[in-house]
């Protein structure tokens, strides 16, 4: 679906934020992208979506457009902050549906009813988006990245900052995304814990590219074994 040859990503400031990040993902894949905060992982990601624009190298598309990808960007404290009912968060996943119509046709608003539906949070419709628990929100916007997703979905940081059952919980309708409706996924995540449990493949970032490849062969190496000992996974080195 995926292939990204030898991206580079050089922000105004002139920092290099992604090194030569080489990556390919097909279909049903389960990506973690992982590394040390500032490695350029959600650089990568707006790489992906189009928001940025590589200095070097080439990111191509098979089966698959930029707007069928769905997206959760990482959080902020300003974000969290957002004046809005759970309902306009979620409906506004659609707008790329809506093309030059200002506003949402019946078919967008019942998508964004049934993600609702299906991420448990119909009951919150009305509820200022502000007013939740961290881990409600995180539903709010997976619903949203859903809204948009027809076949990928990216999501940067979705458990970050989220209590151990509501971390569980996420990973858990994640993994049910994959496994059972088959969406691709490409996920920023700290917790290698869970990158060991449901990864196909990893990609670690660190000022230049450090691995890409299926999560067996990352688990066998010796770059994947430190940090997955460094990052309180040792159970599984
Ligand atoms: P990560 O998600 O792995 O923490 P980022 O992609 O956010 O890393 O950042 C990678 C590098 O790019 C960091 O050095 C960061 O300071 C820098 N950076 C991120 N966003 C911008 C921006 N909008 N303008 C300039 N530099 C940025
Ligand atoms: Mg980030």
Do not use: W
């Amino acid at each position: 679906m995926i292939r990204m040859n030898d991206v580079t990503v050089v922000y105004d400031n002139g920092i290099r934020a992604v090194n030569k990040a080489s990556l390919r993902v097909d279909e049903g894949e389960f990506v973690f992208l992982v590394g040390a905060s500032g490695s350029g992982k959600s650089t990568l990601m707006r790489g992906l979506l189009g928001l940025k624009t590589p200095s070097t190298g080439t990111i191509t598309f098979n089966d698959l457009k930029p707007t069928e990808i769905g997206y959760l960007p990482q959080q902020t404290i300003v974000q969290r902050d957002f004046p809005a009912s759970v309902r306009e968060i979620v409906q506004s996943g659609c707008i790329n549906r809506c093309g030059l119509r200002p506003f949402y046709n019946k078919a967008e608003k019942k998508l964004a009813a049934d993600m609702m539906k299906k991420l448990e949070i119909s009951d919150l419709a009305n509820r200022c988006y502000r007013e939740l628990s961290g881990g409600q929100q995180q539903r709010v916007l997976l619903a949203r990245a859903l809204c948009a997703a027809k076949k990928m979905i990216l999501l940067d940081e979705p458990v970050t900052g989220l209590d151990p059952k509501a971390s569980a919980e996420m990973y858990e309708l994640i993994e049910s995304l994959n496994k059972k409706d088959g969406m691709t996924v490409i996920m920023v995540s700290h917790d290698m814990n869970a990158a060991v449990k449901y990864a196909s493949h990893i990609l670690h970032l660190g000022g230049k590219q450090l691995f890409f490849g299926t999560k067996n062969d990352y688990m066998n190496s010796k770059i994947g074994r430190a940090f997955i000992s460094a990052m309180g996974g040792e159970e599984y080195v």
